[in-house]
């Protein structure tokens, strides 16, 4: 079921709020997926996710050459999910993801990494956090007040 990602109902954030391991999936240049599990922080207010990475990773380079070809191609950008499951419960954040490198962007990542999984990231010299402009929400057994 669709949910607006700028307003989710407050079962659906407060499942977004739980320490849960998440996935995400990113386009690789050939256009196949490319899964890895991540940490997730989920900000309805400003409309985004936020995953930190390392700015060697592989999902750094595919959303950077997913941006890179959609500009060329006058497209809106790299388009990532991120994805969390428990049991039967699981909510899906879709977006436009583009590479953040400035210090304040990723001194607000790791804050909200801290608050939703209750201690500092591990310190990574080479940061960067890939934020994700949301523009769709769905998921499953989270959108009601149990």
Known sequence: M?????????????FWRERHLCT?????????PHVVPVC?????????ARVLASRSSAKVRNVLAATEAATEANGSGARVAVCQVDGARWATLEGIARVRTEPAEIAEGERRYEERYGKPPR????????EIS?????GARVLKEA
């Open 2 to 14: 669709a949910i607006d990602p700028h307003h989710p109902t407050p079962a659906y954030l407060s």
């Open 24 to 32: 995400l999936t990113t386009p690789r240049p050939d256009g196949t």
């Open 40 to 48: 997730v922080t989920y900000d309805p207010e400003a409309g985004v």
């Open 123 to 130: 310190v990574n010299p080479n940061r960067a956090v890939i």
């Open 134 to 138: 949301l523009t769709r929400a769905m």
